[in-house]
């Protein structure tokens, strides 16, 4: 029962656990005693559920995609998360670690962002709890992202733009770390997916868990059982994934199919398929699987989707691939651009690309005309416009 759970030292199978430096032990050790006894006390429930409902505009519906179900000859609900405050899932995890952060007692934030997603998600709490943020993003993606940016500093955050390494990701992310060794005491770090050192990966896992939990009566309110046939799900870093399975992890006959980014083919050069193509490594404070070159040195991703070009993947997820808990398929841009455009041409919802390499599943597999398949619709497609207008067939 227990093998999908992390464990009392943090890791999942051989994946995980918590590899930060010296000065943080005590920071994290405090995160890890105490984020527990945190999230299960009925007022921090209280206030947490309460803002999922007016806040973010919880439970987001689960809605039966009756044209696209027609094409794929099953019965297809999507997970509406894009109909969310902001847009996306990220909001459930920013949402519940600020109130976290609060009854810690720290008075400042601190965030990474590659895309500019979870940095506006983790500016919209601050704005909403009134505490001073700090988002670090790469040079290359402050250029890429510019409304990202303007929304986080409308919202009051302070923007760093970082200029070392290759200007993306994975050096926001040191610099945050960097910040977050210096203030170690007033600071709180808001990690945006179920990555970096334990207690992270777990703790976000449990704030999009009311993904699952809403299918769960969901699910029985429309279709008079709580389990679906196949879940699917993107995974970048693994959030929307690990909160649209969490509840049914334990529950064989449910199949769960993730979809990663394969960019321009796994064999290209050009991609995010961690899963397919990662070695075992360190990143974020984590050991999981990684995109390294031979003597290990951390190798720049590629996705046409900025939220799933992540070198690593969160360890639960490395430890469902390698036990075969799930089905993890390589999706391509191309296949995602075009699951993208058939979904807003079905159903009249343009997803976010991201969201749109989870629809990709659906020509890979074939499924019985009575099989329910859950799908997260992750986040919307306004953000996306641009690589779709690129994109649009003429
Ligand atoms: C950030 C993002 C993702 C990827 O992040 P996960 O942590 O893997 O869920 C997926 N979809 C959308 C819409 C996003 O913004």
Known sequence: ??????????????????????????????????????????????????????????????????????????????????????????????????????????????????????????????????????????????????????????????????????????????????????????????????VGPHPYPDMVARLQAVISEEIRWQLQEKEGRETPDCLLACVGGGSNAAGTIYHFLNEPSVHIVLAEAAGKGIHSGLSAATIHLGKLGIIHGSKTLLMQSEDGQIEEPYSISAGLDYPGIGPLHAHLAKTGRSEVLAITDDEALEAAFELTRLEGIIPAIESAHALGVLKKKTFQEEEIVVICLSGRGDKDMETYIKNKKQ
């Open 1 to 194: 029962m227990q093998q999908y759970k992390v464990n009392k030292k943090g890791f999942y199978g051989e994946f995980g656990g918590a590899y930060i430096p010296e000065i943080l032990y005590s920071n994290v050790e405090n995160l890890k005693n105490n984020y527990l006894k945190i999230l299960e006390d009925p007022q921090f429930q209280k206030e947490y559920r309460g803002l999922l409902r007016d806040y973010v505009g919880r439970p987001s519906p689960l809605y039966l995609a009756k044209r696209l179900s027609e094409k794929y000859g099953c019965k297809i609900y999507l997970k509406r998360e894009d109909l969310n405050h902001t847009g996306a899932h990220k909001i459930n995890n920013t949402i519940g670690q600020i109130l976290l952060a609060r009854r810690m007692g720290k008075t400042r934030i601190i965030a990474e962002t590659g895309a500019g997603q979870h940095g506006v998600a983790a500016a919209t709490v601050c704005a909403l709890m009134n505490m001073p943020c700090v988002v670090y993003m790469g040079a290359v993606d402050v250029e890429r992202q510019r409304l990202n940016v303007e929304k986080m500093q409308m919202l009051g955050a302070e923007v760093i733009s970082v200029t070392g390494g290759n200007k993306t990701l994975k050096d926001a992310t040191n610099e945050a770390i960097r910040d977050w060794c210096s203030h170690p005491s007033d600071t709180y770090y808001i990690i945006g997916s179920t």
